[in-house]
């Protein structure tokens, strides 16, 4: 059984001294752009944020987070944790939209008896494909779609062990490969690297992993890894002393079976607190896709503190 203290981190509450009333980090999701993946703003003609707990129409949404998307023939389909209120655990939303700027929340596509965040999407092969973050099921799970966007079957488990947080899959150099946070005290701190010849396994850790340790800074992952020809670029979240606070960038300089080596991008983050409105005390996701003119737009989360109910 974690601690409380780890409890409150992992559902997204801050920790507050017993003098302070209690206060909740309120999540909800933008849309940012830019020219490349390392600088993104909100973007032009955007009304911030896009989605909100108040869009969530089927279930009592106490906030949405980790939004991931897909662009399918015209449509653009994004999938998100909203977290239940009623039932205390994450289920998975879907929002659509014609541009990727206006956005329309349907319906919650994929609930477990556990909970279930971060629903990475992908393609693979004409099929569709979900990870979400599964760590109350010890594992990390893959789902495939047999109705997409709505519509989503459990195909395996790719790994099982104590605990896996924000699995990020993705395939560089005709490889499969995947980071995933680790740390059973909850401590965000422990980033291991694995990797496959087929997407459904055999997994192996790679033996430089874990590829960081005891850095609650930069260790657990942001949002989609970005494989751009020869570069591999991922997004890291940072959670010390507060949980989801900003976001940085690294770009991994080299990746084999045998060797692994990063370097931050810039010693800024690429995404952080505003101090005013829906993202005003942190952001911890980001998920972006290259658009056809060479522009990047992305999905976001942010978060403000509110006083608890």
């Known amino acids: 059984m974690p601690s409380l203290k780890g409890l409150l981190n992992r559902l997204n509450f801050r920790e507050i001294p017993p003098s302070v009333s209690t206060m909740e980090h309120l999540w909800s999701i933008g849309v940012y752009a830019g020219n ?12 911030n944020p896009v989605l909100t707990r108040g869009a969530v129409s089927d279930v009592r949404a106490a906030f949405v987070a ?34 990727g700027l206006k956005w329309a929340y349907q319906q919650i596509v994929l ?42 079957a459990f195909v395996g488990n790719l790994l099982t062990g104590p605990y896996f947080a924000d699995a990020s899959v993705f395939r560089h150099q005709g490889r499969w490969w995947m980071y995933v946070e680790t740390n059973p005290e909850m ?13 459904t396994g055999p997994w192996r850790e790679h033996p430089k992993s874990p590829v960081l340790m005891s850095n609650g800074h930069c260790a657990r992952p942001a949002g ?38 990063e370097q931050q991008l810039s010693d800024s983050p690429l995404l952080t607190g505003t101090g005013f409105g ?16 060479g522009r990047w737009l992305a999905c976001v989360d942010g978060w403000q503190a509110v006083r608890a109910l």
Not at 187 to 199: G, N, P
Not at 232 to 254: H, K, L, M, N, S
């Open 36 to 47: 490349s993946p390392a600088d993104l703003k909100p973007a032009q003609g955007v009304s």
């Open 224 to 261: 989609r890894v970005l494989s751009l020809n020869d570069r591999v670029i991922r997004y890291a979240q940072d959670c010390d002393p507060v949980y989801g606070t900003q976001v940085f960038g690294f770009e991994v300089i080299d990746l084999s079976s045998s060797s692994y080596k």
């Open 66 to 99: 980790d939004p991931f998307m897909i662009k399918v023939a015209n449509s653009w389909h994004m999938f998100f944790e909203v977290w239940n209120g009623p039932s205390r655990k994450g289920e998975i939303g879907l929002a659509t939209s014609q541009d």
């Open 187 to 199: 401590k965000h701190d422990t980033l291991r690297l694995y990797s496959a010849e087929d997407l």
């Open 111 to 152: 609930a477990e008896s556990f909970h279930l965040s971060y629903p990475y999407v992908f393609e693979w092969i004409g099929a569709y494909y979900l990870v979400p973050e599964s760590c109350q099921a010890a594992s990390v799970r893959l789902y495939r779609a047999v109705n997409f966007p709505i519509s989503w």
């Open 278 to 293: 829906w993202n005003a005390s942190g952001m911890h996701h980001v998920d972006a896709h290259r658009l056809p003119d």
